[in-house]
């Protein structure tokens, strides 16, 4: 176990999340910096670690730093304190058993899961040295609250090591019925990790009743509603919390003089065109690229509209890219985009312009406010915070927004244009509906949406989710402010 150096102070909340808010970046010099790491988790906790003076273990994301680059350091606030994996451990922990078994089981099977014995020794491996990290700088009676799917062993790990701590998880993206998580050959050792916490929460409800079955089924405990019954009468409770993004900030961004400038830029870039749609995902197999590309390719080839009237965005952040189903995407994506610029270009005119990169949160804000027509048709999707960023940022409330209902933000943003992504025929008659939608709909539905992001932000998320916590055990821990 590692140990904690006599100057890091111990925490009254600690986050365990595979990656740290920031992620260590060699230069071309050999200097190394921080940035902001990708995706989802991220940037829904930072704001709200922010304001807690807690302390964030995460690994630095990238393999190569040695011990000095491995010591806590204090970052807006917080203490974020490193935790290393090995090369091997990054193919058969990371690559391997999280986003090469756990994340396609976890996404319907839309890829399919690889199942090894050694990959599952290494997510063991890790989750251990994460549960001695949180026991080694939790104060007394702290709370611990633990991230997503490569964590899933760490709530009883940390329990077996400090019961005096109050444990909470959240899982970021879905959970699959019984019927799919039954095939992973070590389905109940899973199930038991997460029972180490006092509350396990999902995005959506149907996905906590999902965890409930299954831990009814597969491991025999007792469940009533949205509780588990343990034979050593703990009481783990199972709910969802819809996850959300930091409203103010958005908007804030979006009203701004630098973002406003930038996006009339980007329209003029764009020539101008009567409509820009717009595509933002990571560049993952779940996120129906592909699809969502060759709808909007069909479109202009049955004639409904012509690259002089409608343009396609498709901003695809470089993601897991040494994991082979990653690889094939990319290949694919590159190819139809080819092919599809090829086909329906003109001179200066691509039907699609496509950018294999990520970009900071200005220039994405920017973005949002350039387009009229935001398409996230994910095949399956926990929350999707593209698309609640999309609308925070419409402050004139226009703009569409086409969203898969597989996206757990469809149970929310009701007035969306939903599709389903599978039905590529379904898929163009909702885009060309929302290309050729009145100002009047467009409002009406985009301030329903509006309302609803507004009501229930990442601080809400946050609070909610730790006023749970700190009810599940009264009087055992500590009471946190949310
Ligand atoms: C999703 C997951 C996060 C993950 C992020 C980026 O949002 O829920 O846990 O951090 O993707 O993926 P990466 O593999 O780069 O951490």
């Known amino acids: 176990r590692r140990r904690r150096s006599a100057s890091v102070p111990r925490a009254d909340v600690v986050i365990v999340a595979n990656r740290l808010p920031v992620d260590r970046v060699v230069e071309a010099d050999g200097s190394t910096s921080w940035r902001r790491s990708p995706g989802g988790l991220v940037s829904a906790l930072a704001p709200v670690m922010t304001a807690q003076e807690g302390a964030w273990i995460g690994w630095p994301g990238d393999v190569s730093a040695d011990e000095e680059d491995l010591e806590p350091f204090q970052h807006e606030g917080m203490t974020l304190v490193p935790v290393s994996i090995s090369a091997l451990e990054y193919e058969e922990y990371y690559e391997g058993f999280s986003n090469a078994t756990l994340w396609p089981l976890y996404h319907d099977v839309v890829a399919k899961p690889e199942f090894h014995r050694e990959w599952w020794d290494s997510y063991i491996d890790?989750?251990?040295?994460?549960?001695?990290?949180?026991?080694?700088?939790?104060?007394?009676?702290?709370?611990?609250?633990?991230?997503?799917?490569?964590?899933?062993?760490?709530?009883?790990?940390?329990?077996?090591?400090?019961?005096?701590?109050?444990?909470?998880?959240?899982?970021?993206?879905?959970?699959?019925?019984?019927?799919?998580?039954?095939?992973?050959?070590?389905?109940?050792?899973?199930?038991?990790?997460?029972?180490?916490?006092?509350?396990?929460?999902?995005?959506?409800?149907?996905?906590?009743?999902n965890f409930i079955r299954l831990v009814r089924q597969r491991v025999g405990h007792k469940t009533h509603r949205d509780s588990v019954y343990l034979p050593d009468g703990r009481i783990v409770t199972a709910k969802a919390f819809p996850i959300s993004i930091d409203v103010d900030k958005f908007e804030e961004l979006a009203q701004s003089e630098s973002v406003q400038k930038r996006a009339a830029q980007i329209r003029d870039d764009l020539g101008n065109p009567r409509r820009i749609f717009l595509g933002i995902?990571?560049?993952?197999?779940?996120?129906?690229?592909?699809?969502?590309?060759?709808?909007?390719?069909?479109?202009?080839?049955?004639?409904?509209?012509?690259?002089?009237?409608?343009?396609?965005?498709?901003?695809?952040?470089?993601?897991?890219?040494?994991?082979?189903?990653?690889?094939?995407?990319?290949?694919?994506?590159?190819?139809?985009?080819?092919?599809?610029?090829?086909?329906?270009?003109?001179?200066?005119?691509?039907?699609?312009?496509?950018?294999?990169?990520?970009?900071?949160?200005?220039?994405?804000?920017?973005?949002?406010?350039?387009?009229?027509?935001?398409?996230?048709?994910?095949?399956?999707?926990?929350?999707?915070?593209?698309?609640?960023?999309?609308?925070?940022?419409?402050?004139?409330?226009?703009?569409?927004?086409?969203?898969?209902?597989?996206?757990?933000?469809?149970?929310?943003?009701?007035?969306?244009?939903?599709?389903?992504?599978?039905?590529?025929?379904?898929?163009k008659a909702q885009m060309l509906e929302a290309f050729e939608a009145d100002e009047k709909e467009l409002t009406r539905r985009m301030k329903a949406m509006r309302k609803t992001v507004a009501e229930n932000d990442v601080d809400n998320w946050a609070s909610n989710f730790l006023a749970d916590l700190s009810a599940v055990r009264p009087g055992h821990a500590k009471q946190v402010k949310p």
């Not at 409608?310 to 080819?338: C, H, K, M, N, W």
């Open 126 to 209: 890790v989750n251990q040295r994460f549960a001695g990290a949180a026991a080694d700088i939790a104060a007394e009676g702290a709370v611990v609250w633990i991230q997503d799917y490569q964590l899933q062993l760490v709530p009883a790990l940390l329990r077996d090591l400090r019961p005096d701590l109050r444990i909470g998880f959240f899982l970021h993206i879905p959970f699959p019925p019984a019927e799919l998580f039954s095939q992973l050959p070590w389905r109940r050792q899973l199930l038991e990790g997460l029972l180490g916490a006092d509350l396990v929460g999902f995005q959506l409800s149907g996905a906590a009743q």
């Open 281 to 427: 995902d990571r560049l993952d197999y779940t996120k129906g690229i592909y699809a969502r590309l060759r709808a909007f390719s069909e479109l202009i080839h049955d004639g409904h509209f012509t690259v002089e009237d409608a343009t396609f965005v498709q901003v695809a952040s470089p993601s897991r890219e040494r994991v082979d189903q990653y690889r094939i995407l990319r290949d694919d994506i590159d190819r139809l985009v080819g092919h599809i610029n090829g086909d329906l270009g003109r001179l200066g005119r691509p039907a699609i312009s496509y950018l294999n990169a990520s970009f900071p949160q200005e220039e994405m804000a920017a973005l949002y406010v350039a387009s009229d027509i935001m398409v996230v048709t994910p095949f399956r999707d926990g929350m999707n915070l593209v698309a609640k960023e999309f609308v925070a940022c419409r402050m004139e409330e226009d703009g569409a927004l086409v969203l898969s209902e597989f996206a757990g933000a469809a149970e929310e943003l009701r007035q969306a244009y939903l599709v389903n992504p599978y039905d590529i025929n379904g898929m």
